[in-house]
């Protein structure tokens, strides 16, 4: 799902600066984490969205992905298209028990009969 390079017609979407981040995003079809880091390096001013602040990720969908498919944060963060800090500021939000480093590449074996 990464696109390598940002072609001009991307750029100049961004340099129009009438499209906020998450409208840009979807338009380029990239994440908005993808949209907001190139905005910052270019220094552009955007139109402001709340969007972007009222990212709706549910508990029970972290959860889920988080402990009953045992993925990581960044697993998570790439799959639902935010970045890790997202998620991890959701978690706490939540009060997500979070597991120890490693431990989501430990799985569990019941050895009793």
């Not at 990212?55 to 498919?69: P, V």
């Not at 963060?77 to 991890?88: E, H, K, N, V």
Request: overall charge positive.
């Amino acid at each position: 799902m990464r696109k390598e390079k940002w072609n001009i017609d991307e750029l100049n979407l961004i340099n129009d600066r009438i499209l906020s981040i998450p409208e840009l995003a979807q338009k380029t079809e990239r994440t908005i984490y993808s949209v907001a880091s190139k905005v910052s390096r270019l220094k552009i001013k955007l139109p402001h969205s709340n969007t972007i602040n009222t990212i709706k990720i549910s508990k029970s969908l972290l959860q889920e992905l988080y402990w009953d498919n045992n993925l990581s944060k960044e697993m998570i963060a790439r799959r639902l298209g935010y970045c890790r800090d997202t998620i991890r500021k959701r978690m706490k939000e939540y009060d997500l028990k979070v597991r120890k480093p490693g431990e989501h590449s430990i799985k569990k074996i019941n050895l009793t009969p």
